[in-house]
Nanobody
Framework: QVQVVESGGGLVQAGGSLRLSCAAS??????MGWHRQAPGKQRQLVAR???????YYADSVKGRFTISRDNAKNTVYLQMNSLKPEDTAVYYC?????????WGQGTQVTVSS
């Protein structure tokens, strides 16, 4: 079994920063990423990482968010800077191994204006 646990969410004022962490147990993952879902909206991909040189960011967060991973710890991070109220959502970590995706329970990020 693969267990995925996110942490680091919370309440922050607009313009502030948060760092999300996701620890995944069970394997070395080919891909790790972050998704988010705001109330009444579809879940969307925020950022994804295969390696330090192979990353993806949604246009809405590009330049503000940075994804990184520590393979020794099977942990992926999302550094979120210059947060905006529209970033408010439940953030989910997803990891991939052998073409199977495993999801965390989500962590709430609330950005107040």
């Amino acid at each position: 079994q693969v267990q995925v646990v996110e942490s680091g969410g919370g309440l922050v004022q607009a313009g502030g920063s948060l760092r999300l962490s996701c620890a995944a147990s069970g394997s070395i993952f080919s891909r790790m990423g972050w998704h988010r879902q705001a109330p009444g909206k579809q879940r969307q991909l925020v950022a994804r990482i295969v390696s330090d040189s192979n990353t993806y960011y949604a246009d809405s967060v590009k330049g503000r968010f940075t994804i990184s991973r520590d393979n020794a710890k099977n942990t992926v991070y999302l550094q979120m800077n210059s947060l905006k109220p529209e970033d408010t959502a439940v953030y989910y970590c997803a990891v991939t191994v052998l073409a199977r995706d495993y999801w965390g329970q989500g962590t709430q990020v609330t950005v107040s204006s």
